[in-house]
C-alpha cells in the first residue's frame, strides 16, 4: 500500500530531524512530489511539522504544499508565521483553495491576509468567499481558458503558450461570445489535430453542460461522473462562465460524501477525518450527543416494560426473548435504511413513488419477519415443549411485527427526511434503532398479554 | 437534480414508443448525449428497453450505448440479437468494456463472440479477460498513446493526427524505449506550448508514478486521486507498458467501493445496484444470509437470559433496563467500527499500531459508558427511590462493561479482520451487533447477582 510508504519516509523523516539533518531534507523536498510530501505531515507531531515546514526555501515550494495539505495542518503552521509572508503564499496558490482556506479563519485575520496579497490575487479570493464552501461557486477554480469563439486554432495555440501557463489543467478550452456568454467547449486534443487556421467556432461542441454557481457540489460531482467530464464549466446568475470544477476536486467530493454518509449512519456527526487526528477527549464529546438519542430511547423502553412488569411476573421466562426481538428489529432497520440511504445518494430511488418504495420495504420486512418468527417459534417449542404452542404464536407474531415495523419505519424516516431536505444519513443513525427498539418491545409485551390472557 | 430530468425524459419516450412516433425518437437518440440516453433505459421497462434499442440506427451509437449502459441491461438486451450482430457492436468499443460485459456470459458464448470479432479487437480482449477484474489489469484501456522516447513534438502531433484517433482520454503522452519498457510522460498541454524541433525526451516527467496489473483497483484509484492524476499507467511483470485505468473509471470504483463498504456494514452483502433494480424476492434473499447471525445471537442472548431466571423471577423490574444496557453497546459498537472501517479505508490507521488503537477505542468506550452510566443511576434512583442505590450500582457498571466490551470488540474485530486480508466491513454488520448483545446481557446479570445478593 502507498499510504505505508508514506509512512515509512515520515519515520524517516523524524530521524532526520531530530539529527539536524538539513542537507538530506533538503534533498527529500526536491525530489519528492508534493502530495506526498503533503501526506508525510499527518505523521509528524506539531512542532517536527514547523521544523519540517521551515525548511521549504521556495515560496512556490510551500504554495503548492499548502495546497495539498490539510486545513488545520495549514492553520497550525501559519500561526506563528508573520502575516507578509503568509499572504506571499496565498498569492501563489490558487485562488479556490485559498478562499476554502480563508473561510476556516476569523473574519478580522482572513482580512487582514487579504489586504496584504496584491490586488488581483485577493480579488479571486474575495469572489470566491462569497459562495457557499459546498456549492460549484465554493469549489470552483477561477483560473480557466476562455476564449472567444471567433479565435482560430493557431491563435489559442498562441494564446496557450502566453497566457494560460499556470492552469492547472487544462484539457478544456471554453468559448464565449463577445458578452462572455458560454457558447461552446473545444478540448485540447482537438485543438492539436486540426489545421490552423480552422476557426474554433466551427468545430466546438456547442451542446455544452454547465452548472450554476449555486449548484450543490454533490450534483456537480454527479454530473462529473456521469458525463465522464474532466471539468465542468460553472456560469452565474447572468449566464456568464465564472470558472470550473476540476476533475481532482470532484473526486475528493465524492470521497467526502461517502466519508459522510457512512459517519452520520453510524451516528458520528458529519467529520471526515475522524479517527487519529482527534485526541481522546475531542472524540468522546463528538460521539456523547449522538448516544443520547439512544439512552432516552432506552429509558422511554424501561417504562414500556416496567409497564408489562405483572406480565413479566408471571412469565418470566418472556424476559428471554427480548433480546432477539429487537434485535432482529433493528438490523432488518439498518439494512433497510442503508439501502434507501445508498438509493437516495445514487439517485436509483424517485422520491416521488414514496409510498411504493415504503411498501416494498414493508413486505419484505414482512417476509423476512415470518421466516424468522416462525424458526423462533419452532425454537421456543423445542426449548419449551409442544405444551408452549401459545408462547411459540406470540413469538412468532411479535417477530413479524418488530421486523415490519423496523422496516417500514427505517424507509419511511429517510425518505421523509429527504422530502424536507434534511439529511437523510442523520436519520438512519441511532434515531431509527432507537425508535423500532422502543416498538419492538411495546408490541412483543402486548401480543405476550393478549395471546397468554395475562 | 439532473437525475430528475432523466426521469422526465424516460416518461415522454415511454409515451412515444406507446405512440410508435419513431420520428420523434430518432430524433431524440441523435440529439441527447450517451450517458443520458443510458440513464434513461433504467426507467424502461424490458420491453420499452428492447423497442428502444431497436432505434438505434448506427452500430457506433450501439456501441457507446453499451458502453454506458448496466450490463444486466446489456445482456438482457443482446439476448435476443444473433451473435453476428452483437460482435460487430463489440468491436467498437473500448475493449476493457468488453471484456468487463464477456466476463458475465458464460465462457462458452464469450468464446463465440470473440470468434465473430476481428483478430485484433479480439486479441485485447483476450489478454483483458485474464486479469482479475478487481485489479489495475482488469480495468485498464489498452488503447492509450505511447511513443519511443526520442520522438520530437511535431512527430507526435502528427502521430496523435493518424494512428492516435481514437483513444479515449488522451491527455498524457507515454514515452518508452526501444524495448517498450516506460521511460516518462508528457502532458498534452506541454505538447502544444513547445517548439515542434523539440525531442520529448527532453521535457518529458522522468519519475513516472506506474502501477502493477495485479494491483488493487482500490489502489489504483487511491493513488489516481493522490497524485491528481487523470490517468495511471498499468505495467505488466515485464516492466512493459500495457494500458492505462482513466480517471471516469477511478471515478467508478470510488462510489464502487464506498456504496460496497456502507452496504457491507449494514449488513447486506456488497451487492452495488441494490435497491430498485431486485424484485422483492431477491431483496429477502439476499438479507436472510445475514440475518441469520443476528438470529442465533438472539437465541444464544435467550439462554444467557434463561441462565438467570432465579434472578429475574425474584426481581423482576431488572428486565426493563435490558433494553437500555444492550441497546448503548450496540450504538458505541457501531460508532466504533464504522471510525475504524474508516480510517483502514482512508489510510489514516497504521494497522502496526492496532494495540494502541484498540486501548484508545476502550478508553473512549468506558467514559462514555461511565457518563451514561451514572445518568442511568441516577435515573433509576429517580425512578425507585434511593434506597435502591444498589440497583443503581449495577446499572452504572452494567452500562461501563457493555460500552467497554462493545467499543473494545467493534475496534478489534476489523482490525484483526484487516490484517488477516479479509474485509472488514464484513465484520461491522450483524457480527459485532450480535456479539456485543450476547456479552451485554450476560454481564449485566452476572453484575446484578453479585451486587444484588440474589
Redesign the interface.
Known sequence: ???DRT?LLSKNIKKLLRRGATDNLHNIINKT?T??LA?IF?FLSLSEQKAFFNLFDKVEQKAMLFSELEHEIVLSLIEAEPAEKVAEILERMPGDDVADLLGKISDVRAKALLDLMTKEGSKDVEELLGYDPKTAGGIMVVDFIALNQETTAKEA?EA??KEY?DIE???YLYLVDDYGYLQGVVS??Q???IPPATKLKSIMDA?V?SVRTHTDQE?VA???????F?AVPVIDEHNKLVGIVT??D???I??EE??E???K????GGSV?????QT?FK??RK??P??LA??I???I???V??HF?QS??KL??L??????????G???G??T???????LA?????INQIWRIIL?EL??GF??GF??GA??SL?AQF?YGFEMWELGMVLGFAMICSMTLAATLASSIPLVFHRYRIDPAVAT??FV??FT??LS?FFYFKIATLLLHI
Open positions: 500500500m502507498f499510504v509512512r512530489h502530495a506526498d501526506g499527518q495555440v496557450l503558450q501557463i489543467m487544462p484539457f485540447l486534443r485543438l492539436v489535430v451542446d453542460v450534483e454527479q454530473i462529473a461522473a456521469h458525463y465522464n474532466l476533475i481532482d470532484v473526486i475528493d465524492i470521497h461517502a466519508t454518509d457512512i459517519l449512519m453510524a451516528g458520528l477525518k475522524y479517527i487519529e487526528t481522546i472524540s468522546i460521539r456523547l449522538w448516544l439512544s439512552w430511547g432506552g429509558v423502553a424501561c417504562y416494560v416496567a412488569e413479566l411476573n418470566v421466562y424476559a428471554a426473548f427480548m433480546p432477539i426481538i429487537m434485535g432482529m433493528g438490523n432488518v439498518t439494512q435504511s442503508a439501502s434507501i440511504m445508498r438509493g445514487t439517485g436509483r430511488i424517485d416494498r413486505a419484505i417476509c423476512l421466516v424468522y424458526m423462533l425454537f426449548k443513525g441511532p434503532t432507537t427498539d422502543i418491545v
